[in-house]
């Protein structure tokens, strides 16, 4: 018997094939039957024909061979038959990679810290992810705060541990805690193991600070200021970092000042180098996370806002609570 189907004359320009159809074609190609097919997935053998000649319109081509007996594949059917099974498993790892990114605290979670915060609060940042969010994919990015904003900005970085206040429009920052600055001295400076400095200590003495582009140099410049020490006051720039700044001050080329946090790891190599605690109110600075204001996942950065402020109590700071 003659087949009474009509090949199509060309493919339907005003049409795209939909998923329903790319489905129910693939499931005959697998079946070569319209009753198994329609069965496979759930749809009526007239619904299910309907859509594969609704397809074969579409497209423009005879993707089946129709007999009273038999289903076959035409030429063009078992070529697109591959390309059908391909779309539908690329849609179908959209959906699951959807459903991923839909559950909080999974994929990745870009993180920037700034170099002098890293070293200190890191080892406590990763206890707690690998322990409360096993499957977050947490990379971390050390850079100074303008590189860190930049990549914020930028869409780079989702999420920064750093100093605040920033003021920057567009960026909310959730803040963690207070830490004091420790004054560090050479043994046998006359500062040295005092708990009463004053402030006003810093006028005149000689001050070794990281380069320029640190927001800790920043900050203890605003202090000294604050003290009265004017800009004319010898201020030695030598270090890159917090490591080589304290061992300069070891060695007797100066004082410098060191985040509560960064004081153990910095000084306890060393037994050249002594501490010393400013009277109340001791200068201080604060830490946050930031992220862009309105962030899709901002509801999981203030979670994780809160779970951080809970594991650092063990730490020498004082943890603010969430509207701080």
């Known amino acids: 018997m003659a087949s009474p189907y009509s090949p199509p004359h060309g493919p339907n320009r005003g049409k795209q094939p939909s998923l329903s159809q790319l489905r129910a074609f693939v499931a ?14 759930g749809m009526s053998q007239p619904a299910l024909s309907g859509a594969v000649s609704a397809l074969e319109e579409a497209l423009g081509a005879q993707l089946l061979e129709r007999t009273t007996r038999k289903v076959l594949l035409s030429p063009a059917g078992e070529r697109l038959a591959a390309r059908a099974r391909a779309v539908l498993d690329a849609v179908a790892e959209l959906m699951e990679e959807a459903e991923a990114a839909r559950a909080p605290f999974t994929g990745a979670l870009r993180l920037g810290v700034i170099p002098t915060v890293a070293p200190y609060l890191l080892p406590t940042v990763l206890r707690l992810i690998h322990r409360r969010y096993p499957d977050l994919d947490l ?17 780079r970085l989702d999420l920064l541990l750093l100093a605040v206040p920033l003021g920057v429009p567009g960026v909310t ?20 193991g005092r708990d009463d400095i004053p402030r006003e200590a810093l006028k005149e003495l000689r001050l ?3 380069d320029e582009g640190h927001c800790l140099r920043d900050q203890a410049l605003d202090i000294c200021r604050e003290a009265g020490r004017t800009d ?5 720039t030598t270090a890159a970092g917090l490591a080589t700044l304290v061992q300069l001050v070891a060695g007797g080329l100066g004082v410098t000042l ?5 004081v153990t790891v910095e000084t306890a190599r060393n037994h050249a180098l002594w501490t010393g605690l400013f009277a109340e109110p001791a200068p201080a600075r604060r830490i946050a996370l930031a992220t ?6 901002y509801a999981e950065f203030e979670e994780l806002a809160e779970a951080l402020r809970g594991a650092m109590r063990d730490l020498p700071v004082r943890v603010l609570g969430a509207g701080s």
Do not use: M
């Not at 990379?139 to 869409?155: M, N, P, W, Y």
């Not at 862009?292 to 996942?297: E, I, K, L, N, P």
């Open 173 to 192: 920052e959730l803040p963690l805690f207070d830490e004091d600055f420790v004054l560090v001295t050479p043994e046998g400076h006359p500062l040295a």
């Open 292 to 297: 862009r204001t309105g962030a899709a996942r």
């Open 28 to 41: 005959v190609a697998e079946h070569l039957h319209f009753r198994d097919a329609a069965a496979s997935i």
């Open 232 to 236: 004319g006051a010898e201020v030695t």
């Open 258 to 262: 060191l985040p509560r946090t960064a």
């Open 139 to 155: 990379q971390v990015h050390e850079e100074q705060t303008s590189s860190l904003l930049e990549g914020l900005t930028a869409g």
């Open 208 to 210: 070794l600070l990281l």
